[in-house]
């Protein structure tokens, strides 16, 4: 049974909006606004989870449309389904799978014996420590709650995941690999005198460069991996499923990709090139956490500086 106490109360909402309707079985697309989860509580917070397929499982196991990967919540803990409509209005039902600690609505918690709940507008379902808000979002909205994901997720000048961001995906991906003995891998990255770039063209520049190495990694990563700035000019890929062999491949076209990047200067005609170095660890047996794995990725960072620059470094057996 969970000790947690109410994270939430219930808020008074507007009208009903205007609803869809959608055959049984189909994707379930809303002519003047979506349904969605809004994370209320939990990381990210004010992410916008749209429900747009009948069926949305949620549970600790990877395999989960919605996955929340820590040890209050249950392998497969709940499921959300759109079955029909009724009035005009969207018949949304949510079944505990016999979770340990429970899935609540309200505050209340749900019985797996009792079957499914019907579920209303501006609804709070909890899982765990996570909190969600069941909305009818117009597209003004939605901006709204996309910006503020924005705010707290995003680093303004690149557009990638902050550090926050992107440390907090790395701990919740080392948690699973740990949990279900899976490969993870990742890469540091530093641009090589990147104080010289900004003294020499100025820091205008500079943030183009940022911005380009940005582009540059998000267009040879796969979607399931995670890229953020984790400070000036030093960039953190977590890439989940990948043994430390094939990150080290990733890396190396990642630094040949860059190298061979033109970038224009200030002056008129006038091109560089930046180049920067790149540090791959794989997670091991011993690792106690996500920050073990951090620190032994920094050691190969930190040799390939050493070793002199434009170089992949890989800390880990052979």
């Known amino acids: 049974m969970s000790t947690h106490p109410p994270l939430y109360e219930e808020f008074a909402e507007s009208d009903p909006p205007t609803l869809f309707a959608s055959p049984l079985g189909e994707a379930l697309p809303v002519a003047q606004g979506e349904w969605a989860l809004i994370r209320y509580v939990g990381n990210p917070i004010g992410e916008v989870l749209p429900l747009n397929r009948t069926d949305l499982t949620v549970g600790r196991s990877p395999e989960n449309d919605l ?30 799978l016999g979770s340990t600690n429970g899935t609540f609505i309200n505050g209340r918690r749900i019985l797996p014996a009792n079957g499914p709940v019907s579920l209303q507008h501006g609804d709070v379902i909890r899982v765990g420590t996570h909190a969600f808000k069941l909305k009818h979002l117009d597209e003004m909205e939605k901006h709204y709650h996309e910006a503020v994901l924005a705010q707290t997720t995003v680093d303004s000048l690149t557009g990638l995941n902050n550090r926050a961001s992107v440390l907090g995906f790395l701990e919740k991906q080392v948690d699973l690999s740990r949990r279900h003995h899976r490969p993870i891998s990742l890469i540091l990255c ?59 491949a990733v890396a190396e076209e990642l630094r040949k990709a860059l190298a061979e990047e033109v970038l224009e200067a200030n002056e008129p005609g006038e091109t560089f090139h930046v180049t920067c170095c790149f540090g791959v660890a794989q997670l091991r047996g011993e690792d106690a956490d996500a920050g073990s794995l951090l620190a032994r990725g920094d050691v190969a960072l930190y040799r390939a500086k050493a070793l002199g620059r434009n170089r992949v470094e890989f800390d880990g057996r052979t």
Do not use: M, W, Y
């Open 67 to 96: 996955s929340l990967p820590e040890v209050e919540v249950s392998r497969h803990h709940a499921r959300i389904e759109l079955v029909g409509q009724q009035d005009l209005a969207p018949i949304v039902l949510i079944s505990d």
């Open 190 to 248: 530093d641009l090589d005198h990147f104080k010289e770039v900004n003294d020499r063209h100025g820091h205008a520049v500079g943030d183009l460069v940022l911005k380009r190495f940005g582009q540059v990694v998000l267009g040879r990563l796969r979607a399931s991996d995670h890229v953020g700035r984790i400070g000036g000019e030093e960039f953190l890929i977590v890439v989940p499923e990948t043994e430390g062999r094939e990150a080290l």
